[in-house]
């Protein structure tokens, strides 16, 4: 009996047990092998080459610029050369040709109003973009092949690119960070015409393309010819040079909205700098000073200086000092004694 009694305890036991275990949870669906090789470049890519950190969403103040990169300058140079892929080395275009072909980046449509949007409805398919501008490909099973001599490398002599400019309160410094990016191609230019039309192809977002493009290796200079800077420290450094076409206003204008001539342009551009430029100069000062008032006292303070009686040398000809100032005194009872000389005359005949 019991042990009858001991088997029926140690069921209820179990039983009791299985009922309070968690219900099991659901399983997600098993991603394709796309996505899973897609996800595990990423985050190699992230964690084998990390860049820099994002920029803080609490900032005190921020301005966003819109700049225009023209390749064919010095500075810019290290972006588009090699035009044509020479071994391992590739320019900037090819290499986010490639990424987005391969689905390793996302391309997103560039729109009239020249704004960038990194929603997934924005999102531009590849094959789009591929019959949009005439780029020969080849699809073989759903995938999408361009051969390098396809590539229209040679075309993308401009960049645009989003920079924000703001201020880390936790560091106290101003900083400037690249973005987006987007290439455009210039075409249209022939032997009866000079103008090329540029076409913006698309944007991307720089966080997603950052850890990639710190595998890419770039020249910096002809006078170095090692290629001991990646695309990454390119624009992060800010190495680059543009000029700017718009900026973040309530109005979304560009420039070209209210800059009828090309002078009113460069002294809007120049403009821009400036204010950037003097932000970031009086900001830890009380308000926006002008330079006069900085120049004005150091000229107040050096005509103090100059005021102050000079200090007499510890050594030195003390003879030459002593004489000279025994001349002085000399002329000068010279001098008191011809003012004076009535008075005494006058004085000894009152003795008489």
């Given at each position: ?7 029926i305890?140690?069921?209820l036991?179990v039983a009791?047990?299985?009922?309070a275990q968690p219900?099991k949870?659901?399983?997600a669906a098993?991603a394709?092998a796309?996505?899973a090789?897609?996800?595990t470049?990423?985050d ?7 860049t820099?950190?994002a920029?803080?969403e609490?900032v ?8 225009q990169?023209?390749?064919?300058k ?11 892929p ?7 275009f090819?290499y986010l ?6 689905g ?7 729109k009239?109003?020249?704004?960038e ?6 999102k531009l398919p590849v094959k789009d ?7 020969y490909?080849e699809?073989?099973g759903?995938?999408?092949t361009?051969a ?6 040679a075309?993308a002599t401009?960049?645009y ?5 703001y ?15 987007c290439p455009?191609?210039m075409?249209?230019?022939d032997e ?5 039309t540029p076409?913006p192809?698309f944007w991307?977002n720089?966080n997603?393309?950052a850890?990639w ?5 770039m020249?910096?200079?002809d006078?170095?010819n ?8 390119f624009?992060t450094?800010?190495?680059y040079?543009?000029q ?8 979304g204008k ?10 009113d342009?460069v002294?809007e ?8 430029g ?23 303070e ?8 000079a ?8 003879r030459t000092?002593?004489a000279k100032?025994s001349?002085?005194t000399?002329k ?15 004085a000894r005949?009152?003795r008489?």
């Amino acid at each position: 009996m019991k042990r009858i009694l001991f088997l029926i305890t140690v069921t209820l036991l179990v039983a009791s047990a299985a009922q309070a275990q968690p219900t099991k949870r659901r399983v997600a669906a098993p991603a394709t092998a796309e996505q899973a090789a897609k996800a595990t470049a990423t985050d190699r890519a992230s964690l084998m080459f990390p860049t820099t950190a994002a920029m803080p969403e609490d900032v005190v103040w921020k301005r966003d610029i819109y700049r225009q990169l023209d390749l064919t300058k010095d500075k810019n140079a290290p972006m588009y050369y090699p035009v044509e892929p020479m071994g391992r080395q590739v320019n900037l275009f090819t290499y986010l040709f490639r990424l987005i072909l391969t689905g390793r980046i996302n391309a997103y449509t560039y729109k009239l109003d020249g704004n960038e949007s990194f929603d997934e409805k924005d999102k531009l398919p590849v094959k789009d973009m591929l019959e949009r501008y005439g780029i020969y490909y080849e699809e073989n099973g759903g995938k999408l092949t361009v051969a390098d001599s396809d590539v229209p490398s040679a075309e993308a002599t401009r960049y645009y690119i989003k920079e924000s400019i703001y201020m880390d309160q936790r560091t106290g410094t101003f900083k400037t960070k690249v973005t987006a990016l987007c290439p455009v191609l210039m075409r249209g230019a022939d032997e009866f015409s000079s103008d090329a039309t540029p076409y913006p192809l698309f944007w991307v977002n720089y966080n997603d393309v950052a850890p990639w493009l710190a595998k890419l290796p770039m020249m910096p200079s002809d006078l170095n010819n090692v290629t001991n800077m990646t695309a990454d420290d390119f624009f992060t450094m800010n190495r680059y040079e543009g000029q700017i076409y718009k900026t973040n206003n309530m109005q979304g204008k560009m420039l070209h909205n209210y800059c009828p001539t090309d002078s009113d342009m460069v002294a809007e551009q120049k403009r821009i700098e400036k204010q950037l430029g003097d932000f970031e100069k009086n900001v830890w000062g009380s308000g926006f000073l002008p330079d006069t008032t900085k120049k004005d006292s150091l000229d107040a303070e050096m005509a103090a200086k100059e005021a102050k009686p000079a200090k007499k040398p510890l050594f030195g000809s003390s003879r030459t000092s002593k004489a000279k100032s025994s001349d002085t005194t000399t002329k000068k009872e010279k001098s008191e004694g011809t003012a004076s000389a009535a008075p005494r005359v006058s004085a000894r005949r009152q003795r008489r």
